[in-house]
């Protein structure tokens, strides 16, 4: 479903992706892994097609994306943080992202779902920062769309709203999307995740399965595992 082929790209003498090759099949949850400056932010901004690589390509369904924009319409995006305009309000923010995307929304049974009815008359810059990433997550998954990319979804989450955010991503699993994650909460990834993409340096370390990477690494906890493999890199 996507590839990324030999991407580079560097940010003055920085190099963040290196090489970087990188084949994803339709259907899952995958877990982009890897430290602060290890190039996976950078990843999925080249796929969203809000950084442009000095070098590869990008494939989605077998056709070249990279400088293009069509694509865009078959894919959710959750950014890491919830930068809403602080005067609207929640209903406001809603009406115009639909304005915004030519397709049929299910808002209201993700409000329902997270208890936003009473919020949504409130201003955006009134909210907490758990309801702000419930609001995040309502705009996006109230489109139908292939492809869902997560950036740090669990951000500011009560421990109810968590499970919600489980069951629907394993829902839109079920329903053949794939689904792409990048978190630091490794059990979040446990749970949820089918595939682990680590990445280092702005290459890629590991691909496949957790229980691949536990026996990899000699180890039987997620985190210890992923620090296993960090340090053997830098030994």
């Not at 319409?73 to 115009?96: D, G, K």
């Not at 691909?207 to 830098?234: C, F, P, R, V, W």
Request: overall charge positive; some cysteine; charged content about 25%.
């Amino acid at each position: 479903m996507i590839q990324f082929k030999n991407l580079h790209k560097r940010f003055g003498k920085l190099a963040v992706l290196d090489g970087l090759d990188l084949s994803i099949k339709k259907g899952g949850i995958f877990a982009i892994l890897g430290p602060n400056g290890s190039g996976k932010t950078t990843l999925i901004k080249c796929l969203l097609g809000m950084v442009i690589p000095q070098k590869g390509d990008i494939f989605y369904n077998d056709k070249s994306v990279l400088k293009k924009w069509s694509y865009r319409n078959e894919l959710n995006y959750l950014p890491q943080i919830a930068n809403f305009p602080p005067n609207l309000s929640v209903q406001e923010l809603i009406e115009m992202v639909k304005n915004l995307r030519p397709k049929e929304s299910n808002e209201q049974e993700l409000i329902d779902l997270f208890g936003l009815n009473d919020s949504l008359q409130k201003k955006l810059g009134n909210l907490s920062g758990g309801t702000k990433q419930k609001v995040n997550i309502v705009l996006t998954f109230m489109f139908d769309s292939n492809l869902i990319i997560l950036d740090e979804p669990t951000n500011g989450l009560d421990p109810i709203a968590l499970i919600h955010l489980k069951e629907l991503i394993k829902k839109e699993k079920e329903k053949g999307k794939t689904i792409l994650i990048t978190t630091h909460i490794m059990s979040f990834v446990n749970e949820v995740a089918d595939e682990i993409v680590f990445l280092l340096d702005g290459k890629i370390y590991f691909k496949g399965a957790i229980d691949e990477l536990k026996k990899q690494t000699n180890n039987d906890d997620l985190e210890h595992a992923i620090a296993n493999l960090i340090s053997k890199q830098y030994a």
